[in-house]
């Protein structure tokens, strides 16, 4: 009986699909999408995570959890289930769900979507709970301490080597979007500029004036960016500020690497602390009002459902729809950067075991949904303005006309009258080429919060919000994320040489931190003068690593259930496995070696050398000097995709052996902490 | 509505100074809790200064 309403909404969430699979050509409501997505997660959620908890984890409401066991009141602390689940969407969702499915539409929406709903039910939120799992049974350790506890200490090294190069990708990537979205724009630019002050003034604010008051000095914060956006508009067309705010994206890219290094070092309450508030609650705040202003404004889906482009040849990015698809959807459907997050703060806050569901499998089915709006955002523009904006700007050539022309030419036909209109619209000079996903997602949601506040007049301050949002947590993630590769880096160098470790003195620490943001300048720098554009290059090798190191993730589980001598429910985790095995190691694999020089990065190399031999400059690069770039670059972004291909293969390696010796003993060899009962209260 | 302000705070590595207390009194009577402001900015060296400060993509 209580089953009835839950095979009521499978029937929507099947109606759903039904409708968004075989609707060609007549115009379908992006509702449809939000529908089918929300009910199978509810589905999913109400059994199959049931079913995980019960039976492959056997999780004990009696069993005491870190926060019990290790209370110190500060890091270990028995938590709300519903603030916790607060806390662990926060330091998942970023960036990466609202750009990689922006992406992805170059496909249609109905890849992107199918992928989101049954990558984050089979793959990613088992992962998520899983990784949660596997910590909260061991102290809250982090995932290079449970790879080295389960699988032996090489395995436990590789894992922390390949964690760190996935930094070094994620910070180059999420940069390269901030560049491209920044760049020729002196209104988003001094609206993100402007943040830099404002979150200093905040910092003093926490720190003499009224220390401690988050929501206040919040408060504050955001009428600051408010007027920040407003002002904006007449520093660009200022004949004397606007030109002053107006940098190509090579100055952009020396500007944030600079920043970078700064940043790092100051003192964490000064400019990181309250720019995270600001980044924090902006973000929880745009993604709730982009879900009710979807369900509101009710859009027609314009993207048709396939593209010619599922079988390569796309603007946007290079490549066939299997197997590039499930790499350039990372975050939103599965993401091993979660992995970090779960065996991070939350299995420490965690108050009982059972709540290990709510959190780790629906916080990640939250951030799918996440990834379905910014896939209904991409695919409500009309194609001609998509593609517009996210092809390199060697195919569109750099005016609307030509680019009109190009996307025409391509099948989606569009004027240059309405290229220069939406760039107008949105107080842009041109919308041609803005590639990283960003801009296209920031046009999509001034359509939609436009909609329902201001009509077109406020369109141009809708888009330059949606801009400063997601700029604001980049910049923020590439903060942090420079702190924590610092600190990984320090560890991994730690092993070799023990004077390098944290807390000796300040000299390694400056050290690992110019290391750090030297790695992914460099990527930056690449990907910034890429005459393709950069996201073309960057994005693919980024989404292999996270999903390698979600593969990763999945192997640990699988090994640990081995070893509980749970292996008769290792398919709950062996089936994603497999999956991101097969698809990583074919999109790596196709990087390293395909013979189309726009997929193969060797190919690509050897194209430009022979041209070299031969004495010929090749378009898009204008001279001897960017030829010899580009072969160099190939051939380190090869060099890249080796090391990951081998990072995953050794701990597949690992995995396997691990699991057989578990197979053999006759009894479950975990090392979990030992059980306690829940302290009565 | 607490809730909700718990949440938010955590979600910027804010954890209950009450919980604090609390878990002092029970655990360490005779120790001399943080103050608030302490508590806080021990919090905000905790979750940015050290290598857990991690978030995603």
């Known amino acids: 009986m209580k089953h009835i309403p839950w095979i009521l909404l499978a029937i929507v969430g099947a109606i759903g699909l039904a409708v968004l699979a075989t609707s060609r050509g007549e115009p379908v409501n992006a509702l449809w999408i939000v529908v089918a997505a929300v009910s199978c997660f509810l589905v999913a959620y109400r059994y199959y995570a049931l079913y995980i908890a019960r039976n492959v984890m056997r999780l004990d409401p009696l069993r005491a959890t870190p926060a019990h066991t290790l209370a110190d009141g500060l890091d270990y602390v028995a938590t709300d289930k519903?603030?916790?689940?607060?806390?662990?969407?926060?330091?998942?969702?970023?960036?990466?769900?609202?750009?990689?499915?922006?992406?992805?539409?170059?496909?249609?929406?109905?890849?992107?979507?199918?992928?989101?709903?049954?990558?984050?039910?089979?793959?990613?939120?088992v992962q998520d709970f899983m990784v949660l799992f596997i910590s909260m049974r061991r102290d809250g350790k982090s995932l290079g301490e449970l790879v080295r506890l389960e699988m032996g200490p090489v395995a436990g090294t590789i894992a922390l080597a390949g964690a760190f190069l996935i930094m070094v990708i994620i910070l180059a990537v999420l940069a390269l979007i901030v560049v491209r979205a920044l760049a020729e724009s002196p209104w988003g630019m001094f609206t993100v500029a402007a943040t830099i002050p404002l979150a200093l003034a905040m910092g003093v604010y926490t720190r003499w004036i009224r220390p401690g008051r988050i929501g206040e000095v919040s408060l504050l914060g955001f009428l600051g960016l408010i007027a920040a956006i407003v002002f904006g508009q007449n520093v660009a067309a200022s004949p004397f500020w606007g030109p002053l705010?107006?940098?190509?994206?090579?100055?952009?890219?020396?500007?944030?690497?600079?920043?970078?290094?700064?940043?790092?070092?100051?003192?964490?309450?000064?400019?990181?602390?309250?720019?995270?508030?600001?980044?924090?609650?902006?973000?929880?705040?745009?993604?709730?009002?982009?879900?009710?202003?979807?369900?509101?404004?009710?859009?027609?889906?314009?993207?048709?459902?396939?593209?010619?482009?599922?079988?390569?040849?796309?603007?946007?990015?290079?490549?066939s729809l299997f197997p590039f698809l499930f790499i350039t959807i990372a975050c939103g459907a599965v993401s091993g950067f979660h992995a970090l997050i779960a065996s991070g703060t939350t299995p420490k806050l965690i108050g009982s075991e059972v709540d290990?569901?709510?959190?780790?499998?629906?916080?990640?089915?939250?951030?799918?949904?996440?990834?379905?709006?910014?896939?209904?955002?991409?695919?409500?523009?009309?194609?001609?303005?998509?593609?517009?904006?996210?092809?390199?700007?060697?195919?569109?050539?750099?005016?609307?006309?030509?680019?009109?022309?190009?996307?025409?030419?391509?099948?989606?036909?569009?004027?240059?009258?309405?290229?220069?209109?939406?760039?107008?619209?949105?107080?842009?000079?041109?919308?041609?080429?803005?590639t990283g996903g960003a801009p296209t997602l920031a046009v999509a949601m001034a359509e939609i919060f436009s909609h329902i506040l201001g009509g077109t007049a406020m369109k141009a301050f809708w888009y330059h919000f949606a801009i400063l949002f997601e700029a604001l947590f980049i910049l923020t993630a590439v903060d942090a994320g420079t702190r924590a590769g610092r600190f990984m880096l320090?560890?991994?160098?730690?092993?070799?040489?023990?004077?390098?470790?944290?807390?000796?003195?300040?000299?390694?620490?400056?050290?690992?931190?110019?290391?750090?943001?030297?790695?992914?300048?460099?990527?930056?720098?690449?990907?910034?003068?890429?005459?393709?554009?950069?996201?073309?290059?960057?994005?693919?090798?980024?989404?292999?690593?996270?999903?390698?190191?979600?593969?990763?993730?999945?192997?640990?589980?699988?090994?640990?259930?081995?070893?509980?001598?749970?292996?008769?429910?290792?398919?709950?985790?062996?089936?994603?496995?497999?999956?991101?095995?097969?698809?990583?190691?074919?999109?790596?694999?196709?990087?390293?070696?395909?013979?189309?020089?726009?997929?193969?990065?060797?190919?690509?190399?050897?194209?430009?050398?022979?041209?070299?031999?031969?004495?010929?400059?090749?378009?898009?690069?204008k001279s001897m000097a960017k030829m010899r770039a580009i072969v160099f670059n190939d051939r380190i972004d090869a060099a890249l995709c080796a090391v990951f291909l081998a990072v995953v293969l050794s701990l597949l390696f690992f995995t396997i052996r691990t699991c057989l010796a578990a197979l053999r003993a006759d009894r479950p060899i975990v090392n979990e902490s030992p059980a306690q009962m829940v302290p009565a209260e | 509505m607490k809730a909700l302000r718990a949440m938010l705070r955590l979600m910027v590595g804010q954890p209950s100074y009450d919980a604090y207390l609390a878990h002092m009194a029970q655990r360490h009577p005779h120790a001399t809790p943080m103050s608030r402001v302490e508590f806080f900015r021990n919090r905000e060296q905790a979750r940015y200064g050290g290598a857990g400060g991690g978030k995603c993509c």
């Open chain 1, 490 to 621: 320090q560890d991994l160098i730690g092993l070799v040489v023990p004077s390098f470790r944290a807390g000796t003195s300040w000299v390694p620490g400056v050290v690992a931190t110019g290391l750090c943001v030297a790695s992914w300048g460099f990527f930056l720098y690449q990907g910034v003068t890429d005459p393709l554009g950069g996201v073309n290059t960057l994005w693919p090798v980024f989404g292999i690593s996270n999903q390698m190191l979600a593969a990763v993730a999945l192997m640990l589980a699988t090994t640990v259930l081995f070893r509980m001598k749970q292996q008769r429910y290792a398919w709950v985790t062996a089936v994603p496995t497999v999956w991101l095995l097969i698809c990583t190691l074919t999109a790596g694999s196709l990087k390293l070696v395909s013979a189309d020089p726009a997929v193969g990065f060797l190919s690509h190399a050897a194209r430009f050398a022979a041209a070299i031999e031969a004495g010929v400059v090749l378009a898009p690069a």
């Open chain 1, 356 to 434: 290990a569901p709510f959190i780790g499998y629906g916080a990640m089915l939250m951030e799918a949904f996440v990834a379905i709006m910014a896939l209904v955002g991409a695919s409500i523009l009309d194609p001609g303005i998509y593609f517009a904006m996210n092809s390199p700007a060697a195919v569109l050539g750099s005016d609307p006309a030509s680019a009109a022309q190009a996307v025409t030419t391509m099948g989606y036909p569009v004027s240059a009258e309405t290229l220069a209109q939406t760039a107008r619209d949105v107080g842009e000079h041109t919308i041609v080429s803005r």
């Open chain 1, 245 to 319: 705010f107006t940098f190509t994206p090579e100055t952009l890219c020396w500007i944030l690497i600079g920043y970078g290094a700064l940043a790092s070092i100051l003192p964490v309450w000064l400019l990181l602390a309250p720019r995270d508030y600001l980044s924090t609650f902006l973000k929880i705040g745009a993604i709730t009002a982009l879900a009710i202003g979807i369900v509101v404004m009710a859009p027609d889906l314009r993207m048709p459902a396939l593209t010619p482009f599922v079988d390569g040849g796309g603007p946007a990015w290079s490549g």
């Open chain 1, 82 to 125: 519903r603030v916790l689940f607060g806390h662990h969407f926060a330091a998942i969702a970023g960036a990466g769900p609202l750009v990689g499915p922006v992406l992805a539409a170059q496909m249609g929406y109905l890849p992107g979507t199918l992928w989101i709903i049954f990558g984050v039910v089979l793959a990613g939120a």
